[in-house]
């Protein structure tokens, strides 16, 4: 799958899931969608993942954990909410078993104590943190009137539901603005509106499209948005904070969105591209994405101590942008929302330990290992 492909698969995503949480009115409740949020905010912190920090030996973030009977009760009984303690506990008048502990500050309200109990009700069914489930496609709804993509079936069919109808197509200088302010970050040109406004054909929207995308100006915008993520700085971050030569690496970031380049090349050459075998050098040149945490060169600091924090930014970094989880709550305990320990987090940091770049930068613009 390519970058571009990746981006707008991710966006239809987007918007179905937009689309159908008003669907759970009517359909089965789903787990990541309408409970987790209510347990992860209200029960994780003593009841989830962090077994040093759980209470009651009670872990509600699993199955097996809200399953088994405690003292002959059952926190969650599926099908059953009026045997399961978990909603008994929660819907007492006695602040000593009031649940969450009123001393949180936290309180389930009435439509979330109603979606609790439908869940139970229909079976509570548990699935794995969003970000490990494979992603299914959807079927687009079927919907009267005219569809262009099956976005346009998941939003009409949204507007149905809450009785409301879809504002009038937008005018063609609009339409050219909108996508060109989205696909390149500036606005079109008067010379551009005047060739998409005298084109006449059905094609015009898509070839508007295709011209974009094939614009240098493309991947500059996004690769802006990467970057963000990416925490690419010409700076070095700390200390005196000066001048750092890491355009190269935001260069073939550019390069690589205008190439095309496969997401699964993309993501290989950035983490481990002079690795490869025979690495040309713009993989080498990829590999910066490894080299944009703070460095700094200030003289009271222990050098180990940095190193382990630089490994440390590369690790949370790689969970939150690959991983899809927040990986950095595991730097000081075990992960109380995510299923990641400690352990995990610094074994997965080991690999990002194994770095020949000094601690210290020098304060110099190009510190070493450097390509020349």
């Known amino acids: ?47 989830g993942f962090d077994a040093k ?7 509600l973030d699993t199955p097996e954990g809200a399953f088994k009977a405690i003292e002959g009760a059952f926190p969650i009984k599926p099908g059953d909410p009026e045997a399961s303690t978990v909603l008994q506990r929660i819907l007492t008048h006695d602040e000593d078993e009031l649940m969450p502990p009123p001393e949180t ?51 009409q069919a ?75 700085a010409d700076t070095h971050g700390l200390h005196l904070d000066n001048e750092r030569a890491m355009w190269p690496y935001r260069d073939w970031v550019i390069g690589a969105l205008n190439r095309n380049l496969p997401f699964d090349q993309f993501v290989v050459e950035q983490l481990a591209g ?23 060169n200030e003289g009271g600091i222990i050098d180990e101590e940095y190193k382990v924090l630089y490994a440390r930014d590369r690790t949370e970094t790689f969970g939150q942008i690959f991983l899809g989880t927040t990986a950095g709550c595991a ?4 992960h109380k929302f995510d299923p990641l320990t400690m352990r995990d987090f610094y074994s997965l940091s080991a690999f990002f330990d194994n770095t020949t770049q000094p601690v210290r930068d020098g304060n110099i613009k190009d510190t070493p290992p450097i390509l020349v």
Not at 274 to 296: H, S, W, Y
Not at 331 to 334: E, G, I, K
Request: net charge positive.
């Open 105 to 155: 500050n936290k309180k389930i309200t009435a439509a979330q104590i109603e979606i609790l109990r439908r869940w139970i009700k229909e079976g509570a069914e548990y699935k794995k943190h969003w970000s490990f489930e494979a992603p299914i496609k959807t079927a687009p709804p079927k919907i009267s009137g005219p569809v262009r993509n099956p976005i346009d079936a998941f939003i």
């Open 1 to 47: 799958m390519n970058f571009t492909l990746t981006i707008m698969t991710l966006r239809v995503l987007l918007f179905s899931l937009i689309a159908t949480s008003a669907a759970s009115a009517a359909g089965k409740l789903d787990f990541n969608r309408d409970i987790r949020p209510i347990l992860s905010d209200n029960c994780f912190a003593c009841h």
């Open 274 to 296: 002079d690795l490869l075998p025979n690495p040309t050098l713009e993989q080498k040149v990829a590999t910066g994405f490894c080299r944009c945490n703070i460095t700094t």
């Open 158 to 232: 949204r507007l149905a539901e809450e009785g409301l109808k879809a504002a009038p197509t937008a005018s063609r200088e609009t339409l050219i603005r909108r996508v060109t302010l989205d696909l390149t970050g500036l606005p079109p040109t008067p010379e551009e509106i005047d060739a998409f406004l005298a084109d006449t054909s059905e094609q015009a929207y898509d070839r508007l499209v295709d011209r974009l995308l094939k614009s240098e100006r493309y991947g500059e915008h996004m690769g802006r948005q990467w970057l963000d993520v990416a925490r690419y």
């Open 53 to 59: 920090k759980r209470k009651a030996d009670l872990r």
């Open 331 to 334: 730097v000081c305990h075990d």
